[in-house]
Nanobody, 125 residues
């Protein structure tokens, strides 16, 4: 599967953005998709993930209540709605997918086989 992330940009603190991750392939609904972010000087960080059928979502504690992940399998697209953005949310955001993730691996970037190119989110004061 090929992934393409989009929707990043410059936003003021407190604002909102919606990231999209468009996927190729007819079996997209079999894949768990995750969002990760990488800020300068920091480790790559799990943000959120969603199971293939959209029935279960997982969010990092740092974004709970502010970010919401969803997917539309008919459009082969997943979304990350980001509200109440903070300066510390500034990072390059990547979407990733894998078809064989167990629950304990969902938050681990190394377990995802397919990655998009990343989209930059910059939150300003």
């Amino acid at each position: 599967v090929q992934l393409q992330a989009s929707g990043g940009g410059l936003v003021q603190a407190g604002g909102s953005l919606r990231l999209s991750c468009a996927a190729s392939g007819r079996t997209f609904r079999r894949y768990t998709v995750g969002w990760f972010r990488h800020a300068p000087g920091k480790e790559r960080e799990f943000v959120a993930a969603i199971r293939g059928n959209g029935g279960a979502t997982y969010h990092a504690d740092s974004v709970k209540g502010r970010f919401t992940m969803s997917r539309d399998n008919d459009k082969n697209t997943v979304y990350l709605q980001m509200n109440s953005l903070k300066l510390e949310d500034t990072a390059v955001y990547y979407c990733a997918a894998d078809s064989q993730l167990i629950l304990s691996s969902i938050r681990e970037w190394s377990h995802y086989d397919y990655w998009g190119q990343g989209t930059l989110v910059t939150v300003s004061s």
